[in-house]
C-alpha cells in the first residue's frame, strides 16, 4: 500500500519515511500543502495519507478540505500528524474529516498501530464497495443470460427518452422466440436455457456495443438500437432475424435451429415509453399473425 506523507520537516519527513518503509509500505514524499494536493487529486492517489497540521503554501486543515471535497467510492484514510496537544485542535483536526491524529512526539509503534487501523479500514471499505458493486450488477442483469433484467432495461429506456441527444428517433425491438414452449416440451428446459444464452450471444454480434439488451420475460426480449436512423435500426433488426434462422444455436441436445419474431417501434423523445412499448409489442404481434419469423415496424 502507498502512503502520503506531507511534511515541511525534513528530519520529521525522513523519520516517518523510514519507519513506513521498514514496515513494508511504500512512501511518496510532499514539503508541503499544495504538492500534497498536487499528489491527492490524481486517479491514482495514495489511500492513506499523513498530513502536517502547519505546511507552507496550504496547511493541513486546507488540504483536508480540498480532500474531502472530491466526490469519490474510495475516499483517503487521513491521519493529521501535529503538535498541538489541545484537545479543542484535536477535535477540530476530526470534525474537518480526518480519520486519525498522530502526536509529533510519536514512537514507532504507535505510528505502526495507527497506520494498521487504516490499513484495515480501506481493507473493508474496498470489499464493501466489491460487494456492493456485484449486488447492484446482480439486481439489474438477468441471472441466465447476463443481459439487462426486466426492470433494468425499461430504466435504461426511460434514460434514453431523457437524456436523447440527436435527431434519431429511438427505435426498440421485441423480441420473442417462435415455439418455443416445443422447445423446451421436447429437449427439455435446460436446452431451453442454452438456447436463450445462444440468442443472446447472436444478438451481441448483429448489433453495436451502444446497443442494448434486456429480457423481459422467459423468451422475450427488448433490444433498444439507441445509436441508429429509424432505417438503420430497421434494416439491423431484419438482418437479425435472418441470421438466427441460419444459424444453429449449440446446446446439450444438439445444434438446434430457431426463429423469432421482432415488432419494432420507432419515436421521437417527445413521445413516451408507453406508447413505444406498445406500438413494439402491436408490431411482434402483427408478425406472430403473419407467420413469424419476421419483423413488422409501426412507427409513433
Not at 134 to 150: C, E, P, S, W, Y
Request: charged content about 30%; glycine content about 8%.
Amino acid at each position: 500500500m502507498r502512503i502520503l506523507i506531507a511534511e515541511d520537516s525534513a528530519t520529521c519527513r525522513m523519520i516517518l519515511s523510514a519507519a513506513l518503509k521498514e514496515y513494508g509500505y511504500e512512501v511518496i514524499e510532499t514539503k508541503d500543502g499544495q504538492q500534497a494536493w498536487e499528489k491527492m487529486r490524481q486517479p491514482d492517489a495514495p489511500q492513506l495519507a499523513i498530513l502536517d497540521w502547519i505546511m507552507p503554501k496550504m496547511d493541513g486543515l486546507s488540504l483536508l478540505g480540498k480532500i474531502r471535497a472530491q466526490k469519490t467510492e474510495r475516499p483517503p484514510y487521513i491521519i493529521m500528524l501535529t503538535g498541538k496537544d489541545d484537545k479543542d485542535d484535536i477535535i477540530l483536526g476530526l470534525d474537518a474529516g480526518a480519520n486519525d491524529y498522530l502526536s509529533k512526539t510519536f514512537d514507532k509503534r504507535e505510528l505502526r498501530a495507527r497506520v494498521e487501523v487504516g490499513r484495515r479500514m480501506i481493507e473493508l471499505q474496498d470489499a464493501l464497495i466489491v460487494t456492493n458493486e456485484k449486488l447492484a450488477f446482480q439486481a439489474a442483469h438477468d441471472a441466465l443470460t447476463g443481459i439487462l433484467n426486466r426492470r433494468a432495461i425499461l430504466y435504461r429506456l426511460e434514460d434514453e427518452f431523457i437524456n436523447k441527444k440527436n435527431n434519431n428517433p429511438i427505435t426498440i425491438g421485441m423480441c420473442d422466440i417462435d415455439h418455443f414452449k416445443k422447445i423446451n416440451d421436447t429437449y427439455g428446459h435446460q436446452t431451453g436455457d442454452e438456447v436463450l444464452c445462444g440468442l443472446v450471444k447472436v444478438f451481441k454480434e448483429c448489433f453495436s456495443a451502444s446497443d442494448y439488451f434486456g429480457r423481459i420475460g422467459g423468451e422475450e426480449f427488448l433490444i433498444v438500437a439507441s445509436s441508429s436512423t429509424k432505417k438503420e435500426a430497421l434494416t439491423m433488426f431484419e438482418k437479425c432475424c435472418r441470421h438466427i434462422a441460419d444459424t444453429k444455436i449449440n446446446t446439450r441436445s444438439g445444434g438446434l435451429s430457431i426463429t423469432i419474431s421482432i415488432g419494432v417501434a420507432s419515436c421521437t423523445s417527445k413521445s413516451s415509453v408507453d406508447a413505444l412499448l406498445g406500438a413494439a409489442d402491436s408490431a411482434l404481434y402483427q408478425a406472430k399473425n403473419q407467420g413469424r419469423n419476421r419483423v413488422c415496424y409501426k412507427n409513433i
